[in-house]
């Protein structure tokens, strides 16, 4: 059974700092990533999505990697704004074709 | 082109009643995944169903609760005779099916037992 652990599930950090957010899975045998963020009381946004074949993805100010063999993936934001202030989860996609989530991590960048 | 849409946005029973959420589904998309997420808690997998097909039910409570995805309109999820424990925010996603698309989702209802 699939289980997805987000380390920290709490980050606070000044406006501006560069930040990585992890993410580890359990079972290797994936066929994609996704980074979602979700404000509260809000839906989902679909951030990043990497393919198994893949080593990294780049939106912005967002990179994502992703070691499969490893079961580990990372999300970087660089420049932090307040505006990134959200909780950032990890989803694995197996072949059930369900998502499977993290607990996610709460980040507040502050002015 | 719309994104999944779901409705209504908030929705709130006395105990023993029925909910019932719908979710469209965007263009292209056949696939539509159920997801709920409790107070504090993560997001939970409860059902992927295809067109007039349920694929995966094995999140779903035993009890009271059904889904479906006809041939033509929405999908549903039906909650009968809600109790408390069953506010929470229900996410539906959708996607076309390949694997190695990623899947979108709908800004999700919460549901709220008095």
């Known amino acids: 059974k699939q289980e997805v652990t987000q380390i920290p599930a709490a980050l606070s950090v000044p406006e501006g700092e560069n930040l990585v957010l992890n993410c580890s899975f359990t079972d290797s045998a994936i066929y994609n990533l996704q980074w979602f963020r979700q404000d509260p009381g809000k839906g989902l946004t679909s951030l990043l999505l990497i393919q198994s074949s893949q080593r990294e993805q780049t939106s912005g100010r967002l990179n994502a990697s992703l070691d499969k063999s490893s079961g580990r993936s990372t999300l970087y934001i660089a420049a932090s704004q307040p505006g990134d202030s959200a909780t950032y989860l990890c989803a694995v996609k197996g072949g059930a074709q369900k998502l499977v989530f993290g607990q996610g991590t709460r980040l507040t960048i502050n002015p | 082109n719309a994104g999944v849409m779901q409705n209504p946005r908030h929705l709130v029973r006395r105990r023993g009643q029925e909910a019932r959420l719908r979710c469209s589904p965007m263009k292209g998309h056949s696939h539509v995944y159920w997801y709920r997420q409790l107070p504090e808690e993560g997001l939970k997998f409860m059902v992927y169903?295809?067109?007039?097909?349920?694929?995966?039910e094995s999140g779903m409570p035993k009890e009271r609760f059904s889904a479906e995805f006809p041939k033509e309109g929405p999908s549903i999820l039906r909650i009968q005779q809600v109790v408390r424990g069953d506010s929470a925010a229900y996410f539906c996603a959708s996607s076309p099916g390949h694997p190695n698309y990623g899947y979108t989702f709908g800004s999700g209802t919460r549901l709220t037992v008095v």
């Open positions: 169903l295809q067109k007039e097909n349920i694929i995966d």
